[in-house]
C-alpha cells in the first residue's frame, strides 16, 4: 500500500470539502450572474493565469467556450482585444504573480471587469479587482519560512507541494460554477459537445 499516496489523497479531498465552508456564496452568485450577462450580452471573458494556475484558467476557458461564451486565454495569438465591460478572470493563489497583475491593470485601463481569483484578498492582484473570489489554498507564500520554527511550533508541511491545495481546490470550485452556469443557460451535454474540438493529433 503506497502510504504517502494514501495521505495525500485524502489530505488534498478533505481539504477540498471542508474548503467549501470559507467560500463566499454571494460572490460566486455574483461572479455567475456577471457569467450569464456575458453571455446574453456576447461580451468577452480573458482567463488568465500562469504555472499551474494557469493550467486551471485554460480549463476554465475551455468550458465556457463549451458552454458559448466568448472566451479567451492570455498569451494564445487568437486573442482578441479587451473591450470595456468585458470580463477578465485572473487566477493567482499568491495574488501577486507579476504577469497576471500586469494583465489586471491592463485590463483595468480598458474598462474591464477584474475578477480575481485568489487565497489573498489584500494581495496587488485582489486591489484591482472589482470582485475577489476567496479560494481557500496554501500557496507558495508560506506564513513562516524558517523551517526549525515551525518544526518547534508544530507547523508542519502538507503533503501536497507548493500551491497544489489552491490550484485544486481552484479547479473545483470553478468547475462548480461551470454547472451551475450551465443549468442557468439551459445547456445540455449534447450543446457542449458541438463546440467541442472534434480534430485531436493521434
Known sequence: MPEVFKAAYFEIANYILNS???LDLNTIEKFIQLLV???KEERGVLVVGMGRSGLVARGFAMRLRHLGLHSYVLGE?????????????????SGT??????AAEAAKK??????????????????????ILFVPGRTKVAV?????????????????????????????????????????????????????ANIEVP
Do not use: C, W
Open 37 to 39: 450577462t456575458a453571455y
Open 77 to 93: 495569438t487568437i486573442t482578441p482585444p479587451v473591450k470595456k465591460d468585458d470580463i477578465v478572470v485572473a487566477i493567482s493563489g
Open 144 to 196: 513562516i519560512d524558517d523551517y526549525f520554527a515551525r518544526q518547534v511550533l508544530g507547523l508542519h508541511e502538507p503533503l501536497s507541494p507548493l500551491g497544489t491545495l489552491f490550484e485544486d481546490t481552484a479547479m473545483v470550485v470553478l468547475d462548480a460554477v461551470i454547472a451551475d452556469l450551465m443549468r442557468r443557460l439551459g445547456k445540455n451535454e449534447q450543446e457542449l459537445a458541438k463546440r467541442h
Open 110 to 131: 480598458m474598462g474591464a471587469v477584474i475578477v480575481a481569483v485568489t487565497s489573498y484578498p489584500d494581495s496587488p492582484l485582489a486591489k484591482l479587482a472589482d470582485l
Open 20 to 22: 467549501f465552508e470559507k
Open 97 to 102: 504573480t507579476q504577469i497576471v497583475v500586469a
